[in-house]
T-cell receptor
Framework: SQQGEEDPQALSIQEGENATMNCSYKTSINNLQWYRQNSGRGLVHLILIRSNEREKHSGRLRVTLDTSKKSSSLLITASRAADTASYFCATDRYSGGGADGLTFGKGTHLIIQP | DGGITQSPKYLFRKEGQNVTLSCEQNLNHDAMYWYRQDPGQGLRLIYYSQIVNDFQKGDIAEGYSVSREKKESFPLTVTSAQKNPTAFYLC???????????FGPGTRLTVT
């Protein structure tokens, strides 16, 4: 079964607005990653947050992590048309550190309306 | 340019035929991975390799096989035993000292 589950499944907003996506996971983690996938393309790593971090920023991205609730959120501020994509959270399959691959959620499909 | 290449981008096969998907990287990464993605779904791990001449099954390995004879290459064979092979296949690699995975552009396989 999927380790991470994103919410909502789809999100449509106007350009310039902020977009928030949530991810819930089931087991304890060392870190949580967010990836972006443009339609029909490979995934691109966006940001990683470690289990001992509560918030992390990278440009227009802000990620939070609440290990007590086993959840994370990704905020994209001042959205642009180029942000239209699917966004996935991912955790290590096993707690050993990522060498054994990642477990992905089903993703949030974000559409930015011009 | 460093990166991961997958070929071909689109692949069509008849049911009952084996097919091999190529994945090459020049990032000097030790670990490589194959994932499968179905429409509206996340990625599921098929096989992975942490070092040359060694590989392990992922969560959905049945009907697939791999080899890792060179550090740069990790081909995936979809055999006729795979019951539902039509999907988007993604190859990734990872540096030992990092958690981040680098993905190729993917191969869309259609079996009829």
């Amino acid at each position: 079964s999927q380790q991470g589950e994103e919410d909502p499944q789809a999100l449509s907003i106007q350009e310039g607005e902020n977009a928030t996506m949530n991810c819930s996971y089931k087991t304890s983690i060392n870190n949580l990653q967010w990836y972006r996938q443009n339609s029909g393309r490979g995934l691109v790593h966006l940001i990683l947050i470690r289990s001992n971090e509560r918030e992390k920023h990278s440009g227009r991205l802000r990620v939070t992590l609440d290990t007590s609730k086993k959840s994370s959120s990704l905020l994209i501020t001042a959205s642009r048309a180029a942000d239209t994509a699917s966004y996935f959270c991912a955790t290590d399959r096993y707690s050993g550190g990522g060498a054994d691959g990642l477990t992905f959620g089903k993703g949030t499909h974000l559409i930015i309306q011009p | 340019d460093g990166g991961i290449t997958q070929s071909p981008k689109y692949l069509f096969r008849k049911e009952g035929q084996n097919v091999t998907l190529s994945c090459e990287q020049n990032l000097n990464h030790d670990a490589m991975y194959w994932y499968r993605q179905d429409p509206g779904q996340g990625l599921r791990l098929i096989y992975y390799s942490q070092i040359v001449n060694d590989f392990q099954k992922g969560d959905i390995a049945e009907g697939y096989s791999v080899s890792r004879e060179k550090k740069e290459s990790f081909p995936l064979t979809v055999t006729s035993a795979q019951k539902n092979p039509t999907a988007f296949y993604l190859c990734a690699s990872r540096k030992d000292t990092s958690y981040e995975q680098y993905f190729g552009p993917g191969t869309r396989l259609t079996v009829t």
